[in-house]
């Protein structure tokens, strides 16, 4: 049984999934080596070199490739390995030597260095996230949850172990990848087998805190009597921890990748993972509500409480676990055609509470617990703690399968590069809830008091029961397919690149009533285009313009059982590309403008089913059905209506410059403007999206000495500024309110020697060297009518860890 399913739980688990031992995977790795390298081949076979790999697949790009933070090839920007200069699209990577210098374990903290991008749910204090915070990421401006993963839909937060790279594909990506944002995607890409070299790579580090992290990559390859044959392994393991009281959590993941090459140009692979993440609920502050919409942090009342504090229980775990299968066969003809397909299957279990909670704690899923629950105040005693008992997961069994084909053809004067597949998704979706009645007195009353023992009984309590309909027990059964065709041609020696792409994509969604037993069917097909043209003005500079569009379903449906419409978007961009000094200098600097509509808004006060129902009734037997109830009470609960539009518009600057070899600098800088343009709420039109930054900057440097007395040593620093950060429209006049601006460093230094024979790595990292403050509540103003918009600034400690990484 799974860690996080120890505490009283229901009885099953909500979708049955096949069971992946860990340390099976560390069984199989040593045994598929030594079966791959021990084989007797009957003549000497010449070492593969590296155009045998690029040749074999134009659908996987190498890590090794990359040169420090520069990426010179994408494949999120076309499905195949294409350099990025000849993109009409504006695409930054983050590689493996970005991440691995600033020790940074999932590709949700990778969002710091890309201006374009507000991770604005951020646990700032903790490097193990359950999830991308929901509805708090913003990608130029616009909303999404959930991004790719080697083109397929990825939910949860992805280790960097298992990652080459991450990259970010900018505005809409329906034309390639069927359902996407308006904003734009971000891709990661999973580690390959490499046919190139044996090599095993350890990493321990360990922080300042008290948390400490384990991890393998080890790549094994050789000549069998029926081709080429591999296994990459990567593991890790993490005790996660920061200076908040009760803020223990665990980390573990397994990814084993098998490749073989029978014939020259066929490849066939094999990917199994396994990730589990958990970390303590209810680690955020109190507050209570004050006059003119000030809310006053529990801390602010009793200064002798730290603010590292909180009444945890430690037992209610936030998790997510999930498991990956996918077979691949990548297929090259000849020069000219190119084939992949592959099959993928997978299942998530995110369990958002399991256990005792106090409601406004911070808790993951403390928006739906039941009763009166938290920092209690003007009651026996006057003031106390009260936590309830409570139970959330979300769970998804998902399948997969497609195909993509690239053909080749020179026609003299044009050379043509055709693109071309289909893609099948399909999930059961089940979430499930038990709780507590809001009438509850089982409850746990604990004191305000720091320092205390934070008892649970080892049973639920006896009311605690499932909740279904709305809120508790929901059921979908969601797919999709999109069948799509891109064409590149370059004309005039390649100095002209024209493309264009068309998706067309059928949505299927099928929503269940618990209560009712009763299901509802949504169908939308919609073609997505896609247009784009890059000129070469000179060998260093490029020029480009793009047309793109996007589709993305919307699950909002209104009381009537009416689906609200799928969000679409459409996008119009043009930039510079360069590539000067010889590639000292590379990036991207562009302009642009995407409209979104469509999605659904909750409307108060609104007719709805209820007030319906309630006009066919007589009077007496409106106060049978609807007893203490009034029309305007049933119109105050409003209903969904179609969202209407939003308008972003922006300049971003992407670049690397390399001055020498050995210096490098990442510079990311981005200005965004949004606002509603139309809406079925009035006073919405002009607003923004909560957790909107006009402007961020991000930047990352490092130099490393080559020869000398200091010769192995690297040195580096990183910084993100962002400006103030919209909250709320609770301000005078129902104007914003925000956030102050943030400045976050981080510095690190690595040495590289040879120790006992072994390449040796010794790294210190120092992160959030300035101490930005995180924000809680809202000050009082102490003057009459006038509004709070200020916020209390709560202190977080720099971080220092060790890591210590052998290479052989």
């Known amino acids: ?29 040593p045994a598929l080596g030594l079966t791959a390298i021990a084989q007797e081949t009957p003549t000497p076979v010449t070492p593969p070199t590296e155009d045998d790999v690029v040749n074999l697949s134009a659908f996987r790009v190498s890590e090794d490739k990359d040169s420090g933070y520069k990426a010179s090839n994408s494949i999120g920007g076309t499905r195949s390995n294409t350099p990025i200069k000849d993109i009409p699209l504006n695409i930054q990577v983050f590689t493996k030597d970005l991440y691995d210098d600033l020790v940074i374990t999932n590709q949700i903290d990778l969002e710091r260095y890309n201006a374009a991008l507000v991770n604005g749910g951020a646990d700032g204090r903790s490097s193990n996230p359950i999830q991308q915070a929901y509805n708090a990421f913003l990608f130029r401006g616009f909303v999404q949850n959930w991004g790719l993963r080697d083109g397929i839909r990825q939910y949860d937060p992805i280790d960097t172990q298992g990652l080459s790279r991450v990259e970010i594909v900018k505005g809409p990506a329906g034309p390639l990848y069927g359902l996407s944002y308006a904003g734009g995607v971000m891709n990661s890409v999973t580690k390959d087998v490499d046919f190139l070299k044996d ?17 393998i990559d080890a790549n094994y390859s050789g000549d069998t009597k029926h081709g080429k044959f591999g296994v990459r392994f990567n593991g890790a393991h993490a005790e996660t921890v920061d200076e908040r009281e009760n803020s223990d959590g665990s980390l573990r993941y397994s990814q084993v990748n098998l490749a073989w090459q029978p014939y020259a140009g066929t490849e066939v692979k094999f990917l199994m993972e396994n990730g589990y993440r958990g970390k303590a609920n209810g680690l955020g502050y109190f507050t209570r509500n004050g006059a003119d919409g000030a809310q006053i942090p529990l801390q602010i009342d009793h200064p002798e409480i730290p603010w590292e504090w909180n009444w945890s229980t430690g037992g209610n775990i936030r998790s997510i676990d999930t498991d990956l299968y996918r077979g691949t066969i990548n297929q090259t003809f000849n020069e000219n055609f190119s084939a992949t397909a592959y099959v993928q299957y997978a299942t998530r279990l995110n369990i958002d509470s399991n256990g005792w909670e106090a409601q406004g704690s911070g808790g993951g899923a403390n928006w739906d617990t039941n009763g009166d629950t938290g920092w209690q105040l003007g009651g026996t005693p006057a003031e106390f703690i009260r936590l309830g008992y409570h139970y959330r997961d979300w769970g998804n069994r998902m399948h997969g399968y497609g195909a993509t084909g690239i053909y080749k053809v020179d026609l003299g004067a044009i050379k043509n590069v055709v693109t071309f597949g289909a893609n099948v998704w399909a999930e059961k979706f089940l979430t499930r809830r038990f709780a507590q009645p809001s009438t509850t007195t089982n409850t746990l009353i604990l004191p305000v ?30 797919s999709n397919d999109y069948y799509f065709v891109a064409w590149q041609g370059s004309l005039f020696e390649n100095r002209l690149k024209l493309n264009a792409a068309a998706n067309r994509t059928n949505i299927k969604l099928v929503q269940y009533d618990a209560t009712a037993n009763t299901s509802k069917t949504t169908e939308v097909s919609k ?7 890059m000129f070469d003005i000179t060998k260093q500079v ?15 449906k209104n009381s009537f059982s009416q689906q609200m419409p799928p969000e679409t978007g459409k996008s119009y961009e043009a930039g510079v590309k360069v590539e000067l000094l010889n590639g000292k200098i590379s990036g991207t600097v562009s302009v642009y403008q995407i409209t979104k509509e469509g999605g659904g808004k909750q409307v108060t006060p609104a007719f709805n089913l209820e007030v319906q129902r309630f006009d066919a009734l007589s ?7 609807f007893p203490g109830q009034t029309r305007a009470t049933l119109l105050a609960k409003g209903d969904f209506y179609p969202a209407g539009e939003q308008e972003s518009t922006g300049f971003e600057a992407d670049l690397i410059f390399q001055p020498t070899k050995s210096w490098q600098i990442l510079l990311s800088y981005a200005n965004n403007d949004t606002e509603v343009t139309s809406s079925p709420i009035a006073t919405e039109l002009g607003r ?14 490092k130099y490393s000495f080559t020869d000398g007395a200091a010769k192995g040593l690297s040195i580096g620093a990183g910084i993100q500024y962002a400006d103030e950060a919209l909250q709320d429209y609770n301000g ?29 790595l010794i790294q210190l990292n120092l992160k959030n060297i300035t101490e930005q403050e995180e924000f809680v509540g809202w000050k009082p103003t102490g003057v009459a009518g006038r509004v709070a918009t200020d916020r209390y600034e709560v202190s977080t400690p720099m971080v220092y860890s060790l890591t210590v990484g052998i290479d052989f």
């Open 1 to 29: 049984m799974p860690e996080h399913m120890k505490t009283p739980t229901p009885a099953s688990a909500p979708l049955g999934r096949p069971s992946f031992s860990r340390a099976s995977l560390l069984l199989l790795l």
């Open 199 to 215: 090599f095993t790579s350890l990493r321990f580090t360990v922080q300042s805190e008290g948390e400490y992290r384990a991890a």
């Open 449 to 478: 008091r720091a320092g205390i023992s934070i008892n649970t009984p080892l049973v639920p309590p006896a009311d605690w029961a499932a909740n279904t309909g709305n809120g508790g027990w929901n059921r979908e059964n969601n």
């Open 527 to 533: 073609t997505s285009p896609m247009f784009g043209a």
């Open 542 to 556: 490029s020029v480009f313009g793009v047309y793109s569009s996007s589709l993305f379903p919307s699950t909002d």
């Open 619 to 625: 009077l007496a037997q409106q106060a049978i059905q």
């Open 688 to 701: 923004t999206t909560s957790g909107h930054i006009d402007q961020q900057l991000a930047m990352l440097t």
């Open 732 to 760: 005078p006049g129902n104007t914003g309110r925000y956030n102050p601006a943030t400045f976050y460093g981080e510095l690190f230094a690595g040495y590289r020697l040879k120790l006992l024979g072994y390449d040796t």
